[in-house]
């Protein structure tokens, strides 16, 4: 089909179009084929463009806007870059100059630290120096002090060595001497031991109420000193006044109740081990004998003598203390 129109047209009839004769006098040619005519459409309409003209108006402007904005916004940041850039080259230029003092401070404090060290090891090489005059002096002094002492100490033995000499002789001397006093201690020794067994011998016997044991009593100082000078036991004297309190006598306390001079005999209680016992109307010399938790002797009380409201004695106490089981 063709869009163009034919140049000839056709008649509208229903038969075929008879031959029309060729020209005279020119040559013939065989006529070409005949097609039958082509129907003519007219192209569509167009359609309208008035609503296009506003929409492109309108992208113009939103375009003419963009621009506008996207350039206020490029002078914002740069400005923005501008004062960035200010300020860092104003902290660099600030850390520059802070670099500077440091700078100049750090070399000074080198140069300053430098020369006291020159300055310092100049005074140790000078003290060194001085020092090692100064040892030098002190060996030679102490080698004539050494020298000084072993002069000194050879005189001083020489003198010594003649005074052990003169303290021998006097020594042998002495030993004489003290051979006839040894001689005459011993007999001392011998008269002072029989009189002590006659002592001993003396003392009156009392059956002890704990264990049954008969013991040696002290009647008066003077056989007292004899039992000390046996050593058995220990023996504490005491004078004890008759009070509301008692009184201390070695380890245990001892409180004077009543006494009777005329019948001799007398009333005490004892506190030892926080213990409180009495002893009622005891007699004159009579061995009081209890036990503590310090020994596994008894300890014992004697009363040598009864005045009013006063009695006087001893404790005699175990030589050997340990704790009960």
Do not use: C
Not at 38 to 64: D, H, Q, R
Not at 144 to 150: F, G, I
Not at 180 to 208: F, M, P, Q, Y
């Amino acid at each position: 089909m063709s869009i163009f129109p034919n140049p000839s047209p056709t008649p509208q009839s229903g038969g075929s179009a008879a031959p029309q004769p060729a020209p005279t006098g020119t040559p013939q040619y065989a006529a070409p084929p005949q097609y039958p005519p082509t129907a003519y459409y007219a192209p569509p309409p167009e359609p309208s463009s008035g609503w296009k003209i506003p929409v492109l108006f309108v992208v113009v402007l939103a375009l003419i806007g963009a621009n506008v904005y996207l350039y206020m916004q490029l002078t914002n940041v740069k400005a923005d870059l501008v004062k960035a850039s200010d300020a860092a080259q104003a902290r660099l230029d600030k850390l520059e100059e802070a670099t500077s003092v440091t700078t100049r401070s750090n070399r000074r404090t080198v140069d300053e630290l430098r020369d006291q060290l020159e300055r310092a090891r100049r005074q140790a090489n000078l003290a060194a120096g001085e020092a090692k005059e100064e040892a030098l002096k002190k060996v030679e002094e102490t080698r004539t002090q050494l020298e000084a002492a072993q002069q000194q100490q050879a005189q001083q033995l020489k003198s010594d060595i003649s005074q052990v000499k003169d303290a021998a002789d006097s020594a042998n001397t002495k030993i004489t001497q003290v051979g006839s006093d040894v001689t005459s201690v011993k007999g001392d020794v011998a008269a002072t031991r029989s009189e002590l067994e006659k002592t001993v011998a003396d003392l009156k016997r009392a059956t002890g109420e704990l264990d049954g044991h008969s013991e040696l009593i002290a009647t008066n100082q003077k056989e007292l000193q004899a039992l000390r000078t046996l050593g058995e036991r220990n023996y504490v004297e005491f004078n004890i006044h008759k009070s509301k309190q008692a009184q201390r006598v070695g380890d245990i306390s001892v409180l004077l109740r009543n006494t009777d001079p005329k019948r001799n005999r007398y009333t005490i209680e004892l506190t030892a081990d926080d213990k409180k016992v009495e002893k009622k109307d005891r007699v004159l010399n009579e061995p009081l004998q209890f036990m503590t938790s310090k020994s596994k002797q008894p300890y014992e009380i004697v009363v040598n003598d009864i005045k009013k409201d006063n009695i006087a004695g001893y404790l005699a106490v175990p030589k050997v203390l340990n704790t009960r089981n």
